[in-house]
Structures are given as C-alpha cells and as structure tokens.
C-alpha cells in the first residue's frame, strides 16, 4: 500500500507473524528504469516471503522492472491491475488495464520470460459501471492463457471517474461472491480474495472458496491480527511474539537504520508511524500513540521510546 507499506513497515509485520506473505507499495517502471533503483527495492533480508508490487503497462519495462526485482531477492512478481488514481491513469496502468486484457496478457507474458519466480496479477471485479461476470472472466481468462496462475481479486469494482482513490476502497460494494465464482470457474488457478475482510473467523470463512486473503487496512491499523495466523493458517505452531517482544525486536532495527540512514533523512518517525496501531483495542492505547508520535520525544531519536510508550499504557490502561 503506497507510503504505509515499506520496508520499515514490512519489518516490523514480519516480526508479529513469519510466514504470512508482505507486498511492497506498488512502484512504478519509471522509477525502476529511470529512478534510484536501490531506494526502490531495497529490503531486509527477514522480510521474506515478500513480493515486490509493480505498476506499468509496457511489456518491455516491466520486464526489465521484474528482473531488478528478482536480481534484488524478491520472492513474487505483482502487477497492479486495481489502482484507480487519476495519476496512475494518467499513466496508463492500474486498474484501467482491466479493459485491455490482451495487453496486460502480453505484459504477464514479458515479465515470465524474465524471471523465473512467480507473476501474479491484483485486480478489481469490474470498472466503472460494467458489473457483469462475464467481463472480469473473461480478463482472468485471457492473462491464465499467457501463463499467470495466481490472481488476487480486490471484490469490488473501480470507479475510474468520479471517486477518489479512498472513495473507491468504500463505496463500490464488495461482492465476495465474484472471486468464489472465479475460483469454480477456474479451479486450477490460485485465487487471493481481498477487500473489507478484518478477523481471522473472516478469512476462515473465505478459505472454504478461495485459496488466499489479503488483509490491507486491517493488517495495517491492527496489526497484532497477524499474530494468530502463523498457527491457525500456515500450522507453525511456535510461540508468537507479545506485543512487547515486537517492540523490544524492533529496537535494535530501529538504531541500526537511524546509524545507517539518519545522515540521509531518516527519522524516528519515519519508522514508528507504523506501528501506533499495535496496541489497538486494549486500554490505554491511545496513551501508547500519544507517547509514540509526541514530537518532542521523536524528535530525540531514541528508539527506547517504544518501550516507554508501552509502560505508560499500563500505566494509563
Ligand atoms: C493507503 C493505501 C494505499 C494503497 N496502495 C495500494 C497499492 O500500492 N497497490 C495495491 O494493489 N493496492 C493498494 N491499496 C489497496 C489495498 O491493497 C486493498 O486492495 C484495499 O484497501 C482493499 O482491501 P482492505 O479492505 O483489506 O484494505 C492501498 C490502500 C490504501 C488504504
């Protein structure tokens, strides 16, 4: 998710749960083939498995977009087939894409002949007005022809004029029932259903249609929801981390990037806003953000406010 999920961001994910799959904001070809390709796509070595998102629709430079990102360890390819933003239009890709399946076959195709790691595709169910099946079938189809196996379905439509990027997470009803479809209709591809889905009773449920969740916002603003998964859905039943564990595991990280990376910009916050929603629904939670975005307090560069942040919620809590 672009500016939420960073490395930063995907670090301190991976220490609540060691096996659910992390995706990067989506990054553009532009940036990769004419920008700073290590700001891009460097990442810690404990994210994997971690995919690398990428938006375009020029076969040619997404290939050569893929195969930065499998030179630099990605475990995935993904190509952006659901992002509705005026800009990303502007650009061509996205979720506008959807109305050129062919193309976006061809890109699949391109990234394949690559890289050798996965090539998966995020969509939506439709675009605009056009709610029928036989639209985004017919899309899943044509991109399976050219090799793609994996599709995670974002269960709504996009409204490519007239709503904002959040309008269009909210507003265009989620039909879940599109993405069981898909996976009837075609048993033999893996299909990821995404969109409003919060507990982990949720994600059971839709485990009985589809092959895999994606969680955005929830993982994001909650993010100790991921602490159950390693057991209940990948059978890793080795102990999790408390809360307070992922706080004292992110301190050294947190030093480390501030040695390495202060002199270019880095702050403290930089690192923390991620993680003001760990505490989320216990008491004295807001007391843990309040300490853990007081600027006076980041702007010390101590990362052992973590730890204070969290005694002055059992204080308050
Ligand atoms: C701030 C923000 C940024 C997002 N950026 C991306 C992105 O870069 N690529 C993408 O595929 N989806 C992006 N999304 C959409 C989410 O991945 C997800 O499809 C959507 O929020 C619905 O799932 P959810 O209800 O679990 O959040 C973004 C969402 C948010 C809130």
């Keep these: 998710m672009m500016d939420w999920t960073d490395r930063h961001c995907r670090k301190f994910h991976r220490e609540i749960t060691r096996h659910t799959w992390l995706y990067t904001e989506m990054v553009t070809t532009g940036a990769l083939v004419y920008g700073d390709v290590e700001r891009h796509l460097r990442f810690n070595e404990e994210e994997h498995p971690v995919a690398l998102q990428l938006g375009g629709s020029d076969p040619a430079d997404l290939a050569t977009s893929a195969k930065l990102g499998q030179q630099w360890g990605y475990d995935e390819i993904n190509l952006n087939c659901g992002c509705p933003s005026e800009r990303v239009q502007k650009g061509a890709f996205g979720a506008c894409l959807m109305a050129e399946p062919q193309l976006v076959a061809d890109c699949v195709k391109a990234m394949r002949d690559a890289v050798t790691i996965d090539v998966t595709v995020k969509h939506r169910i439709g675009i605009d007005r056009n709610e029928e099946y036989g639209f985004v079938r017919d899309f899943v189809g044509t991109i399976a022809d050219a090799g793609c196996t994996t599709f995670i379905v974002h269960a709504r439509n996009a409204i490519l004029k007239g709503l904002s990027p959040k309008e269009n997470r909210e507003i265009p009803p989620l039909k879940y029932e599109v993405a069981y479809q898909l996976k009837r209709e075609f048993p033999d591809l893996e299909i990821i259903i995404n969109g409003g889905i919060k507990s982990s009773d949720e994600i059971a449920l839709h485990l ?17 929801v991921m602490a159950e998964y390693d057991a209940r859905f990948y059978g890793d039943a080795a102990p999790v981390k408390t809360r307070e564990e992922v706080l004292a595991a992110m301190i050294p990280y947190i030093q480390a990037q501030l040695d390495l990376h202060a002199a270019r910009g880095l702050k403290l916050n930089s690192i923390t806003r991620h993680m003001l929603g760990l505490m989320a629904g216990l008491g004295g939670a807001r007391s843990f953000r309040q300490v853990m975005s007081d600027p006076k307090r980041l702007a010390a560069a101590d990362p052992h406010l973590l730890l204070e942040a969290a005694a002055g919620m059992r204080r308050a809590g």
Excluded at 208 to 217: F, I, K, P, Q, S
């Design 208 to 224: 009985e249609h589809v092959d895999g969740v994606m969680l955005g916002r929830e993982a994001y603003h909650n993010p100790y």
